[in-house]
């Protein structure tokens, strides 16, 4: 039935409804099963799920397999959310997170490999002296998980500070200082990786 809905909803996405942030009373609509409520919340978020989702697959069909999995799991786990204490951004992008790290340990046979430049990420899959290649996932453990999230929003989707900061339910100040504080250590961990390269 859940399968059935999400499939719908992707094929008629509501129009005209263009939020700045899911309300708590939207979250508590949802939470009650109401399906305009559920029909807002995934056209705010699917197009976020889904390039976020290729940015890690790099394919179409399992950036779509995504979207639907990631809202099967919202509806299936919505209950159990908090809404006084969560933030609900950041429990949707964890949900997605969370899939696509599952999916690319099961995924043996992709390799991802992506170099981070110029506020940017790219995917590539040679080394040269212009861009240092890094496997996407030790960016992550260099900088922590909070300052990734905030990071691959700001040079993979390309959101501004202030869209982050009503996603995630903080300032643009403090956003922006674990943007670039995060950007920094991912800079100087690329540099190492590249001179560790250059030494063998």
Not at 96 to 102: A, P
Not at 137 to 152: R, T
Not at 156 to 165: A, K, R, V
Request: net charge positive.
């Amino acid at each position: 039935m859940l399968d059935g809905i999400c499939k719908s909803i992707y094929i008629t996405k509501i129009k005209g409804i263009k939020l700045k942030a899911v309300s708590k009373k939207l979250i508590k609509k949802l939470q009650n099963r109401d399906a305009d409520a559920f029909r807002i919340i995934f056209d705010y978020y699917s197009s976020k799920i889904y390039y976020l989702a290729l940015k890690y697959t790099q394919n179409i069909d399992d950036s779509n397999d995504c979207v639907q999995e990631v809202f099967l799991r919202i509806l299936n786990h919505i209950q159990d959310f908090n809404i006084q204490k969560a933030n609900f951004g950041t429990w949707v992008y964890t949900i997605t997170m969370n899939y696509l790290k599952v999916k690319m340990k099961c995924d043996c046979r992709r390799k991802k490999v992506y170099c981070l430049d110029n506020d940017t990420v790219y995917e590539t899959g040679v080394s040269s002296d212009i861009h240092t290649n890094i496997q996407l996932s030790e960016i992550e453990k260099a900088v922590g998980e909070e300052s990734y999230q905030i990071l691959l929003l700001k040079v993979g989707l390309h959101m501004t500070f202030d869209e982050i900061s009503r996603e995630l339910g903080e300032t643009p100040s403090k956003i922006k200082r674990i943007y670039y504080s995060a950007y920094e250590k991912a800079r100087e961990y690329v540099k190492r990786g590249d001179m560790n390269e250059k030494s063998r």
